[in-house]
């Protein structure tokens, strides 16, 4: 048995096929760098890294450097809103500039992506307050590593009649929540929760729309 050149994938690493299996006599230093920088991302084990480095060589040039420019083009564009701090190409969301929106009703998440989630459900038409995490000293994130004083600037200022509290329903979570009520306790606003249709412990990220809108019909005044 011998070599069959013609079965091979036409792939810069492989040295050599045998039997139409190609072999990989070793990986070069950039391939090795994609692949473990590749492992740095959530989710991504070793093995995924691999699969997706060598896609990566197999896709055409134009392809694999247009997932290089949408990178680019994130880390370079996006930004934090000004009022709200969801994700925004601008200095103010899509959010905060619609004119439709109820701007007495405010609704406080951790992170974007919970703001994405609501969104969703189609049901609620206020704006948002991105907190950028949740309390939780052991980790070291303390208030003033969130947006916590520019919530409470933004209900100082007025004009803000309800300020819904939708952090996650964990220890954190609840902690952020109690600890932000006590900021805005002697301001002239209705603080109120979302209901526990949400589960103890589970994250809105990943709650279904039906959950949301349930949570959101049964919120209850703190």
């Known amino acids: 048995m011998g070599r069959d050149a013609s079965k091979c994938e036409p792939q810069a690493i492989h040295s050599f096929c045998w039997e139409g299996v190609p072999f990989v006599a070793e990986l070069t230093e950039s391939v090795s760098h994609l692949i473990e920088t590749l492992t740095r991302l959530p989710g991504i084990g070793r093995k995924s890294a691999e699969r997706i480095a060598y896609h990566l060589l197999r896709v055409p040039h134009e392809e694999a450097l247009a997932l290089a ?9 996006v930004r934090h809103c000004k009022i709200c701090y969801n994700l925004a190409e601008g200095e103010v969301c899509s959010i905060c500039r619609d004119a439709t929106r109820d701007k007495g009703l405010v609704c406080v998440v951790e992170q974007p992506r919970d703001l994405v989630a609501i969104e ?5 038409r206020g704006l948002y307050h991105v907190l950028l995490g949740r309390l939780s000293p ?10 916590i004083t520019d919530l409470v ?5 007025g004009g803000i009649r ?10 954190e979570g609840d902690g952020t929540c109690l600890y ?5 306790a002697d301001l002239n606003v209705t603080i109120t929760r979302l209901a526990r249709g949400i589960a103890p412990g589970s994250v809105i990220e990943f709650a279904n729309p039906e959950v949301l809108a349930d949570a959101f019909s049964g919120r209850q005044r703190l």
């Open 120 to 124: 969703q459900t189609g049901l609620y």
């Open 180 to 184: 932000i009520s006590n900021q805005l």
């Open 153 to 157: 600037r933004r209900v100082r200022e």
């Open 162 to 171: 309800e300020v819904i509290m939708a952090t996650n329903p964990t220890v």
């Open 138 to 147: 052991l980790d070291g994130v303390n208030p003033e590593d969130l947006t």
């Open 69 to 77: 420019d949408a990178i680019r083009a994130v880390k370079e564009n």
